[in-house]
């Protein structure tokens, strides 16, 4: 009955307040604030704090210029339509409708669903939703909620916890204002769906947005044999998140890192293991399987980073083909880029065939060598079994003989 008491109060001398005023001018902020603060409405949404507003990225700001459609207005007010954001930020309401969160969606977020309602922050204070070290969080409000994630088929497979073990978030932890943020890769107001081919997180743009912060590597990619084939339109070759993730990027020393050195040769292996990728371009296959069964493949296996991987002889980000002079494995450069592990290594040293499959065709010699090594292998150890065995069945037969004496 209190609550209702002072509502009607409330509601008088706002009333009062709006007649002895001249019409044109409409509510004044006090007249907004006689209502809409101390829970004179009964509703915490329907509250404003006058403190949190005065602190905001609108303070000096009447309530009519943001909600415009009471300038004039009688009151108390009728519904009202949202705030009227475009009126002052024109640019950024174009760009939001081209966008893929254009309004014409209930499911897209509304301007104060990133920015805040009476609370809007300016990005550069840290405790602004859009700040970079919040904006994940902020994003995720929509794109982990199952419901809408779903009703859009948005792939989402990553989460915030995710991005936040990255070290683009561990450089924004460590005060690097120019580490990227979820509209960094994406877009602010402009963000379009990836499907879209002027998105910078578009397959073909993928290498050009990471160039932003990595021109230099950008630009060793764009000349490799993968940069020239993505260039060309083709949907199979890898670009940066194929090897290095989208959201949860780790540093190559990270043991969970697709690029660890541990982990390079089953992140190559993706597509140099796919058998319909090698019918279809002629590229060799198997080179997972050949690169275990080799020395550095299996000192791999068992944990030691620092033996050679694909990227130590192919190189990382700028993979050239054999018959390139400038490639790491171009038979000029092999007794170098070996040497980078072995200092006294050759041209001999460098001329045995790599990724050998068991095969005679292969490599005859080292298919034979093979072949005669497994060979006395079991056959010293099938000895070895055979005299035991012999040797057990004599001395039961032995003991058993002695038994029946006695």
């Not at 959201?247 to 292996?269: E, N, Q, Y």
């Not at 997972?288 to 991987?309: C, K």
């Amino acid at each position: 009955m209190r609550a209702r008491r002072a509502w009607l109060a409330a509601i008088a001398a706002a009333a009062l307040a709006a007649w002895a005023a001249p019409a044109a001018a409409g509510p004044a902020d006090e007249d907004c604030l006689a209502c809409h603060s101390g829970g004179a409405l009964d509703d915490a949404k329907l509250d404003v704090d006058a403190k949190i507003l005065g602190a905001s990225a609108h303070a000096g700001m009447s309530c009519t210029d943001c909600h415009a459609d009471l300038a004039g207005a009688d009151l108390p007010h009728g519904t009202t339509g949202p705030a009227a954001c475009g009126s002052c930020h024109e640019e950024e309401a174009r760009a939001v409708e081209r966008s893929a969160h254009r309004q014409d969606d209930p499911d897209s977020p509304r301007c104060w669903s990133c920015h805040g309602g009476h609370d809007v922050r300016r990005v550069s204070a840290e405790d602004s939703r859009t700040a970079p070290l919040l904006q994940d969080r902020t994003c995720l409000g929509c794109h982990a909620n199952p419901e809408i994630a779903g009703r859009h088929a948005l792939p989402v497979r990553e989460s915030a916890e995710d991005f936040e073990q990255s070290v683009h978030y561990r450089a924004l932890l460590g005060g690097n204002p120019a580490a990227p943020s979820c509209t960094t890769c994406h877009g602010a107001h402009d963000n379009v769906s990836h499907k879209d081919p002027d998105s910078p997180i578009a397959r073909p743009n993928v290498a050009s947005t990471c160039g932003m912060c990595h021109a230099e590597i950008a630009q060793e990619f764009a000349e490799s044999v993968h940069g020239k084939v993505l260039a060309e339109g083709n949907p199979d070759v890898p670009t940066c998140t194929g090897c290095h993730a989208e959201h949860a990027i780790r540093g190559p020393k990270d043991p969970r890192s697709p690029v660890h050195p541990s982990h390079i040769a089953t992140t190559c292996s993706h597509c140099h293991e796919n058998e319909r990728l090698a019918r279809e371009y002629g590229i060799a296959s198997a080179r997972l399987r050949t690169f275990v069964g080799s020395y550095h493949g299996a000192a791999s296996r068992f944990g030691d980073s620092t033996v050679a991987n694909c990227a130590s002889c192919h190189g990382s980000h700028g993979i050239r083909p054999s018959s390139d002079p400038r490639s790491s494995i171009h038979p000029s450069n092999l007794a170098r880029t070996c040497g980078t592990c072995h200092p006294q290594a050759g041209l001999n040293f460098a001329t045995g065939k790599i990724h050998v499959r068991d095969l005679p065709e292969d490599n005859y010699w080292a298919w034979l060598v093979r072949r005669t090594y497994v060979s006395l292998i079991w056959a010293v150890i099938g000895g070895f079994v055979a005299l035991i065995a012999v040797d057990l069945w004599w001395r039961f037969r032995t003991r058993r003989s002695r038994r029946g004496e006695a």
